[in-house]
């Protein structure tokens, strides 16, 4: 498989030595420095682009490889009010775009038994909460993590948003973020009542997991040829 790295930081040196440890390819490796290189991928030289690469170009990034149709798995968070762009480029190409904000395995497990709690908790008399801690370079805030947890418990609860901060009020959900040295990722789901409290905590112990993620699900798309909107819902058959 001929893989290009949109995006050339941790992950994508993560990625690297596990695809090449597995037999891959890598075609370009893509960051500011020679953003331009990304034009002269085709469908020829590059099998998939998998991107991880910043907020800021992300959505230029990814729908530059659609429109010279490279399937794309990305996994940089913080571009999503952008969504709308994306899945129009993808549909107008009759391409595929592969989006998860985590490509762990297990958080995506996680995200399952978030559902579940969530449900369960409804209509119990428990205030709920959320913290994420991770390293000191991620650049958005809330983690893409946290907002994909935060989804179902809103819906569950019918609270009206979250907000990145503590919150006594009774209609938001407050997700405080902590960013401290070398820490991959860690998300902490807590419902606290004056009897007892119960906590959910899923903890990275580094990237190889969520490299694993990325480069299964890139050799899921090559090999099946699947094609269209992807998430993870589709990868795992959660």
């Known amino acids: 498989m001929k893989i290009a790295l949109i995006g050339y930081g941790k992950m994508g040196i993560a990625i690297e030595e596990m695809a090449i440890q597995s037999g891959h390819y890598i075609s370009f490796k893509i960051d500011k420095s020679n953003s331009e290189q990304i034009k002269e991928l085709s469908a020829e030289n ?26 794309v798995v990305s996994g940089t968070t913080g571009w999503l009010e952008h969504w709308d762009k994306v899945e129009t480029e993808c549909k107008r190409n009759k391409g595929t775009f592969f989006y998860a904000s985590n490509y762990s395995i297990g958080v995506n497990l996680f995200f399952k038994l978030n559902e579940y709690l969530a449900q369960l908790m409804k209509n119990q008399e428990y205030k709920v909460s959320m913290e994420e801690i991770h390293h000191t370079e991620k650049k958005d805030s809330p983690s893409g993590t946290a907002i994909t947890l935060a989804k179902p418990i809103l819906e569950a609860r019918g609270l009206n948003e979250w907000i990145n ?4 009020n009774p209609n938001q959900l407050g997700i405080v973020s902590k960013r401290e040295p070398g820490v991959p990722g860690t998300h902490t789901i807590t419902y606290s009542s004056e009897i007892d409290e119960i906590q959910m905590t899923h903890t990275a112990y580094g990237r190889k997991g969520f490299a ?21 819902q589709d990868f795992l058959k959660l």
Request: one cysteine or more; proline letters at 4%.
């Open 46 to 71: 590059t099998d998939i682009a998998i991107e991880f690469s910043d907020p800021s170009s992300a959505v230029e990034n990814i729908v530059s490889c659609l429109n010279n149709g490279i399937p």
């Open 165 to 168: 901060n503590k919150t006594d």
């Open 212 to 232: 694993k993620g990325a480069l299964s699900v890139a050799e899921w798309i090559v090999t099946t040829k699947t094609g269209g909107m992807l998430s993870m």
